[in-house]
C-alpha cells in the first residue's frame, strides 16, 4: 500500500485548503484513513480518521472546522480544512489502517504518507 499526499501549501489565517491523499492498493475500501499533523517541536497529533462505512472521527483541533472525506472510486481520502489558524501550521500526513482497533493512535496505523506542508500565516 502506498500513499501519496498532496495539498498542502500556505494560506493566510481564515483560510481554507483541501488536502488529498491517493493510496494504491486494491483493499482501499475496508481500510480506515487517518490524517495525522506534526508541528514544529510538537509530537505527532491526530487530526481525523474516516472508517470504511464512511464515518468521520475527528480530534480537537478539526472538530467544527475540518471535514475529512473518502472516494472508494478513486481509492483517495480529503480534508477540507476550514478557517485555519496559525496554530495549524504542521506537516500533514495520511495514513492507513486494517485494524481500526483505535483509530486515534498513531500505532494503529501501518501505512504512512509521506506529509505535506501547511503554513497559515497571520
Known amino acids: 500500500v502506498q500513499l501519496q499526499a498532496s495539498g498542502g501549501g500556505t494560506v493566510q489565517a481564515g483560510g481554507s485548503l483541501r488536502l488529498s491523499c491517493a493510496v494504491s492498493?486494491?483493499?482501499?475500501?475496508?481500510?480506515?484513513m487517518g490524517w495525522f499533523r506534526q508541528g514544529p517541536g510538537r509530537e505527532r497529533e491526530f487530526v481525523a480518521a474516516?472508517?470504511?462505512?464512511?464515518?468521520?472521527f475527528y480530534g480537537e483541533p478539526a472538530k467544527g472546522r475540518f471535514t475529512i472525506a473518502r472516494d472508494n472510486a478513486k481509492t483517495t481520502v480529503n480534508l477540507q480544512m476550514n478557517n485555519l489558524k496559525v496554530e495549524d501550521t504542521a506537516v500533514y500526513y495520511c495514513?492507513?489502517?486494517?485494524?481500526?482497533?483505535?483509530?486515534?493512535?498513531?500505532?494503529?496505523?501501518?501505512?504512512w504518507g509521506q506529509g505535506t506542508q501547511v503554513t497559515v500565516s497571520s
Open positions: 495514513a492507513a489502517s486494517s485494524t481500526g482497533n483505535n483509530l486515534y493512535q498513531i500505532r494503529e496505523y501501518a501505512y
Open positions: 492498493g486494491r483493499t482501499f475500501s475496508t481500510y480506515i
Open positions: 474516516i472508517g470504511p462505512s464512511d464515518s468521520p
